[in-house]
């Protein structure tokens, strides 16, 4: 079946430095989106890629969709502590467009 | 305000002793969904709905029921709940039109 795998598992910085994020898709996927999960909350939807080849950008956050649609990324630049949480990507397809979550990265940011 | 919710938010039950947790959304979505979050395993779907009385398995669905009799309310059964159950639970509804996801607060569920 569809897989969707998200690297690293967990990344710790020191704030101000940057962090990436990496979704990979077993199967072409028609969208993806990336969701946020603070510790101990819920998941937030943050964004949603359609097109090939795609960037978005949200303040300090890039979003990018692979130009085969199998890939994406999260970029944060300078990360501060209110980026703590557990980034998640989900792709998307199917006549339901069910969504299949990655394995999320939990981001850790020291003062 | 729109949102999704929740009930319980926690509970502590015992192997075979049948338990319901309830979502209602405010939102008028057709799609609603049911996921188990466990350590390194991520968000995995256990059923959804497209609309009222339309349901179907998702990724996970042994040992749960769900049913949509309203618009709005989509529970999640466990009708002998095991320990391999204990995880945390999060309902989830969107519109046909837009993909974003409203997650709920969660129910985290321990089955001794």
């Known amino acids: 079946g569809q897989q969707v795998m998200q690297i690293p598992q967990y990344q710790h910085v020191q704030e101000g430095e940057d962090f990436t994020t990496y979704c990979n898709s077993s199967?072409?996927?028609?969208?993806i989106q990336w969701y946020k999960q603070r510790p101990g909350g819920h998941p937030v939807f943050l964004i949603q890629?359609?097109?090939?080849?795609e960037v978005k950008k949200q303040k300090r956050l890039t979003f990018q969709f692979g130009e085969a649609k199998k890939n994406s990324s999260l970029h944060i630049t300078a990360t501060q502590t209110t980026d703590v949480g557990t980034y998640f990507c989900?792709?998307?397809?199917?006549?339901?467009?069910?969504?299949?979550f990655g394995t999320g990265t939990l981001l850790a940011v020291q003062p | 305000e729109a949102q999704v919710t929740q009930n319980p938010r926690y509970l502590i039950t015992v192997t075979g002793k049948k338990l319901t947790v309830t979502c209602s959304q405010n939102?008028?979505?057709?799609?609603m969904s049911w996921y188990r979050q466990d350590p390194g395993l991520g968000l995995r779907q256990i059923y959804y709905?497209?609309?009222?009385?339309?349901?179907d398995k998702g990724d996970v669905p042994e040992g749960y029921k769900v049913s949509r009799k309203e618009k709005r309310n989509f529970p999640l059964i466990l009708e002998s709940p095991s320990p391999n159950q204990t995880s945390l639970y999060f309902c989830?509804?969107?519109?046909?039109?837009?993909?974003?996801?409203?997650f709920g607060p969660g129910t985290r569920l321990t089955v001794l």
């Open positions: 709905s497209m609309n009222v009385e339309v349901t």
């Open positions: 989830a509804s969107r519109s046909t039109h837009y993909n974003e996801q409203f």
């Open positions: 199967t072409t996927l028609s969208n």
């Open positions: 939102m008028n979505h057709e799609y």
């Open positions: 989900a792709g998307g397809g199917g006549a339901t467009n069910k969504l299949i």
């Open positions: 890629l359609v097109k090939s080849g």
